[in-house]
């Protein structure tokens, strides 16, 4: 590890980033700041959770300057969300030096967008429609812009995002420096990134598998209409601090979060057709402890960074491996360890070996628990939290009549009977989850060598595919920054729902 004082950082970020807790650089850090700094291109990848954000923050705080006030770079990224706590992070890193950052998303009052922008920020963070959007407006001049930031750049640059990527990049001057990050970077797509980068260094951290070690991942087989209960019981044994659970479409998502409800969890959906605000206090919720298990489309699964998510529940196989990847990075992020499972229909075990082979890394597979099994973890829950009680010794008010008690009852049946009330048993209450179509069949495996990430020639259809359908959603969307109503719920988020109808992958706006 490197000091940050060895990247020929200035003392004022240093500050931030000491205050933030950085004490070192992380290698992908390491590897790219210098050479950031010397203005290069760069397209950087590493393992999710490792860093990637300051990798291209701290350069760009370092280069800003606060005394000009004009837009002087430009990161784009695939989800508001994610832009948010991007230029949340931003401000952390320059908040000694007084850069000025601000992050222009969809789902916002454009004319409060419109007025911070007349405050002249010297970095703006946002999604691809939105920022398109203000350009049209004239409302965002880019003119002055230095550096460009693609993060989650393998995302950006698929089918759905391209051609608002192309436009923006028509804004921008041709002399500025090009930055890509992502965890995963497919070869066809490096391609695309190269054609508008000069002579970029690529920085790829190595490691044995693309998935981060320290997360334990696990496969459960399990037929569509078991899912739910395996997925109970395997909450009720692994008793997660934060949890994720990911379906595939949204109606999944609301039926899964409602459910869960039902049987007791405290869980809340996010996906893209919720209103910002109801995504954004969802999330806060989250973060604060305040829901345990956040349901999520793929909307969630790249670049969020909340701590505290132990646990990752795949509950339908993701389509792509990348989003795979992704998705169990948002547990075991900057060293902590994680747990991942993700449940396969037998019709989809294909996936599941296209996943091992893009990752290099075999998944374990894991016997789902009985419902004994699922009600001794919530025992020793309970006992858990008895002995907490006790040990807080917030019991004074409760003492007599705990005495009155004991002459009365035994004192092992008063325990248990605490115990009892302490304990999640287990609940029937019907709840209903419509059942997914499948994913369409794979019986094999065709990848070539990936060289971590990059894709053989059948897998490389899928994205062939989105493009076709992608075009018309671009052309909608175009102008007003508002989108058709396509808001069947059932369809599948940033992709396609089933082999039959391909549908196109939605940018966030
Ligand atoms: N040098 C550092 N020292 C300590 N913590 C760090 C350092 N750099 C980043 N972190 C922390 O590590 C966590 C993960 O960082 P970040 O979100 O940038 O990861 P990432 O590589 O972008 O992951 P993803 O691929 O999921 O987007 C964050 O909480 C961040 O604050
Ligand atoms: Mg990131």
């Known amino acids: 590890m490197t000091n940050f004082s060895e990247l020929n950082i200035s003392a004022s970020t240093q500050r931030s980033l000491k205050r933030m807790g950085f004490e070192e650089a992380t290698p992908i850090q390491e590897g790219t700041i210098s050479y950031a700094l010397e203005g290069r291109d760069i397209i950087g990848q590493a393992q999710t959770g490792t860093g990637k954000t300051a990798a291209f923050g701290i350069p760009l705080i370092e280069k800003v300057d606060p005394k000009n006030p004009v837009v002087q770079a430009l990161i784009i990224a695939p989800t508001r969300e994610l832009a948010i706590q991007s230029s949340e992070e931003l401000y952390k890193i320059g908040y000694d030096k007084r850069a000025r950052i601000l992050s222009v998303y969809g789902g916002q009052d454009i004319s409060r967008q419109i007025r911070a922008l007349k405050n002249k920020p010297q970095i703006i963070v946002g999604t691809p429609g939105r920022i398109l959007d203000h350009i049209k407006r004239r409302t965002l ?296 179509r499948p994913l369409p069949m794979r019986r094999t495996s065709s990848r070539g060598n990936s060289n971590g990430g990059g894709r053989s020639q059948g897998r490389g259809n899928y994205r062939g595919n989105r493009s076709g359908s992608s075009r018309g959603e671009r052309g909608e969307r175009s102008g007003s920054g508002r989108r058709s109503d396509r808001s069947s719920s059932s369809r599948r988020e940033g992709g396609r729902r089933d082999s039959g109808r391909r549908q196109p992958r939605r940018s966030e706006d």
């Open 141 to 436: 001049k880019l003119e002055n812009v230095e550096t460009l930031v693609l993060d989650e750049a393998d995302e950006m640059l698929n089918m759905g995002f391209i051609e608002d990527i192309n436009t923006i990049l028509e804004n921008v001057p041709s002399e500025r420096q090009t930055l890509l990050f992502s965890a995963t970077m497919p070869a066809p797509i490096r391609k695309i990134a190269e054609t508008f980068m000069k002579d970029p260094e690529i920085v790829k951290i190595k490691s044995k598998e693309m998935t981060v070690e320290n997360i334990e991942q696990y496969f459960v087989k399990a037929q569509e209409r078991e899912k739910f209960d395996v997925l109970s019981r395997l909450l009720n044994v692994h008793q997660p601090e934060l949890a994720i659970v990911f379906g595939r479409t949204k109606r999944r998502v609301d039926e899964l979060a409602h459910a869960l409800n039902i049987r007791g969890y405290l869980a809340e959906g996010i996906h893209g057709d919720l209103s910002q605000a109801k995504r954004l206090s969802v999330l806060r919720q989250f973060k604060e402890n305040k829901i345990d298990i956040l349901v999520a489309t793929d909307v969630a699964a790249r670049g969020l960074d909340i701590s505290g998510v132990t646990h990752v529940y795949n509950f339908d196989i993701p389509q792509d491996p990348e989003s795979y990847v992704h998705r169990i990075g948002r547990t075991g992020r900057a060293g902590k360890s994680g747990l991942a499972v993700t449940f396969v229909t037998p019709r989809e075990m294909g996936y599941l070996r296209i996943v091992e082979e893009t990752t290099k890394k075999r998944m374990t597979p894991l016997k789902p628990p009985t419902a004994d099994e699922a009600l001794v973890g919530q025992q020793a829950l309970a006992v858990e939290q008895l002995k907490e009680l006790v040990e807080k010794n917030h019991l004074s008010d409760y003492r007599a009549m705990a005495e009155e008690l004991l002459t009365t009852h035994d004192a092992v049946d008063l325990v248990a009977a605490a115990l009892k009330s302490l304990t999640k048993e287990p609940d029937d209450s019907p709840i209903k989850i419509t059942e997914e």
